[in-house]
């Protein structure tokens, strides 16, 4: 699932913004994500699956000035520290906009 600013372009865009070849995700499925660009500065949310079941993420930000070169590093992580990210804080969300936060939910089987 591709949101916002990576919705029309999609692995393409994913790639192209990221600076990174298509040997960075072989073995990976991107299962969300999302690209949200508001005035002069946006933020990036990947969420990745391994060949081998394990999931993967990746958190990126950026001003006017740059934008998300050599911030790709895809970090483990799994479904129940992102639910529990989700249900405790406003992970996935702007303040009282929603970002990624119901498409998340929906991808990690819990829709709202």
Known sequence: MYLHDFSESKLEGLRK???????????????????????YGGGAFVLLRRSDG??????????????????WGPEETSVSELRRRLEDGTFGT???????????????????
């Open 17 to 39: 913004e990221f600076s990174v070849t298509e040997d960075a995700l072989v073995g990976f499925e991107v299962l969300l994500a999302s690209y949200y660009c508001e005035s």
């Open 54 to 71: 394990k999931l993967f993420e990746v958190n990126a930000s950026h001003c006017s000035c740059f934008d998300f070169e050599g911030q």
């Open 94 to 112: 702007e303040g009282k906009l929603n970002i990624f936060r119901k498409e998340l939910l929906s991808v990690l089987g819990r829709p709202l």
